[in-house]
Nanobody, 121 residues
Framework: QVQLVESGGGLVQPGGSLRLSCAASGTIFSINAMAWYRQAPGKQRELVAVIGSEGATNYRDSVKGRFTISRDDAKKMVYLQMNSLKPEDTAVYYC???????????????WGQGTQVTVSS
């Protein structure tokens, strides 16, 4: 079984920074793309940033220049550095990863339980 566990959320003032972490554990042969999504109250879950297995990244327009996604494959971790936070960044942030449990199986998508980020003065 595979688990993703996020950490690092919290309350921060506008203009502040937070760093989210996500640790993958369990039966893991390889990890393909890893991503961060977020869901604000009353809104649909949206993709924030994604990083491929080779390190290529992509961001939604509203976070470009402020957020940075990175990964450490040796530790099976993905991170989201969030700077210049705005009240509209307030949401539950979810980690997502495409993980293969063996060389003979296609990757499956897994989700973490989410971590709350609140940007408020």
């Amino acid at each position: 079984q595979v688990q993703l566990v996020e950490s690092g959320g919290g309350l921060v003032q506008p203009g502040g920074s937070l760093r989210l972490s996500c640790a993958a554990s369990g039966t893991i042969f390889s990890i393909n793309a890893m991503a961060w999504y977020r869901q604000a109250p009353g809104k649909q879950r949206e993709l924030v940033a994604v990083i491929g297995s080779e390190g290529a990244t992509n961001y939604r327009d509203s976070v470009k220049g402020r957020f940075t996604i990175s990964r450490d494959d040796a530790k099976k971790m993905v991170y989201l550095q969030m700077n210049s936070l705005k009240p509209e960044d307030t949401a539950v942030y979810y980690c997502n990863a495409a993980i293969r449990s063996s060389n003979f199986r296609a990757p499956n998508g897994y989700w973490g339980q989410g971590t709350q980020v609140t940007v408020s003065s």
